[in-house]
């Protein structure tokens, strides 16, 4: 059995505190990044682009709540499973469905495919395929921030298999011992691939980790952009003023498998309907309603326009053209006039 996190009901502190225009953009975008994820699953049935892919579907509070309570300079990088990332940080959709086509005018010049999506306009500092690779790379990030006398906050996420890989323990280490402003996040949606958190540790509340390093950290609804906005607040205030870092075992669940060659064995279909009960989108389009923040025609707007984004993506996609055979030896070495490299 999966753990299972009910979502805390909407109260009037929760709508007094965000704002009409917080909860319009939280649906907008939630729901701009579920359609995309769903016309990419559907693309890539028909073959329409190859490699690995793993979506996003019903994760998508994690990103909001957390682009909502972050600020413009600010650095993010997450594992593979990395198109909400970007969408919720403002990337066009366009140049991300040009990435998994493989074209030129992707994200990543079309060399990174769906688990190398970069915005570095956005400070998206990568979706990155090696298993808990980021871990390190984002803990390097915040110390690049701090050496340069930044207040800027690096935001690392990870799914809850990645936190097995010792990496994360070394980094852990250094991340409190240097008092780097580092956001650690574990998008915990309950499996590794296939394998429970159950059947990989007696210790499930994976917040416990940071406690032997004396790391502050807590468990977070993941299902709700209130609670993820209020715990990243939190943390980053506190690494902005020097700190340190956060850890956060948001708790989540993917409604898709782990990615899309998964069958899905491993869990029932009982489980999968309790935790659609809880669709982050519906809940907060449930309050707009509630509200009466929006009319019935000004949400069907919003619809229709995630709709369109969605379909001009796949235009904008198939009409591009694919990279030059010279572009494999572009983007190799970093440039010397790098920010963070100094002369000695």
Request: aromatic share 10%; proline share 4%.
């Amino acid at each position: 059995m999966a753990i299972k996190t009910k979502p805390k009901k909407s109260t009037s502190s929760i709508k007094n505190k965000f704002s009409k225009d917080t909860y319009v953009k939280w649906y907008k975008d939630m729901l701009l990044i579920r359609k995309f994820e769903e016309k990419t699953g559907q693309l890539y049935i028909q073959q329409k682009f190859g490699g690995f892919c793993h979506l996003y579907i019903g994760q998508e509070a994690i990103v909001v709540g957390t682009a909502s309570a972050c600020e413009s300079g600010d650095k993010h990088m997450t594992a593979y499973r990395d198109h909400a990332h970007p969408i919720a940080l403002g990337t066009d959709p366009r140049v991300l469905m040009a990435e998994l086509y493989g074209r030129k005018t992707g994200c990543s010049k079309g060399k990174g495919g769906s688990m190398h999506f970069f915005d570095k306009s956005k400070n998206f500092m990568g979706g990155h395929g090696i298993v808990g690779a980021q871990i390190a790379m984002g803990a390097g990030v915040g110390f690049a921030e701090q050496y340069m006398g930044t207040k800027n906050v690096a935001f690392v996420s990870m799914g809850d298999g990645a936190v097995r890989q010792g990496a994360l323990h070394e980094t852990f280490n250094m991340a409190m011992m240097w008092k780097l402003p580092v956001i650690f996040i574990i998008e915990n949606n309950n499996y590794a691939m296939g394998t429970s958190v159950q059947r990989t540790t007696n210790v499930t509340d994976l917040s416990k980790i940071g406690l032997s390093y004396d790391m502050p950290s807590k468990v977070v609804n993941g299902m709700r952009p209130e609670d993820v906005h209020n715990a990243i607040e939190e943390a980053t205030k506190r690494a902005r003023n020097e700190g340190g870092p956060t850890l956060l075992d948001i708790r989540t669940y993917r409604y898709k498998g782990h990615s899309m060659s998964d069958p899905q064995k491993y869990r029932t279909k009982d489980e999968v309907s309790d935790w659609i009960e809880q669709d982050p989108i519906l809940h907060v389009l449930d309050i707009i309603k509630e509200n009466k923040w929006l009319k019935e025609k000004e949400i069907e707007e919003i619809n229709s326009w995630v709709k369109n984004e969605v379909a001009e993506s796949v235009k904008f996609a198939e009409d591009s053209p694919y990279p030059d055979p010279e572009e494999l030896y572009e983007d190799v070495y970093v440039q010397k006039d790098y920010p963070y490299i100094k002369e000695y």
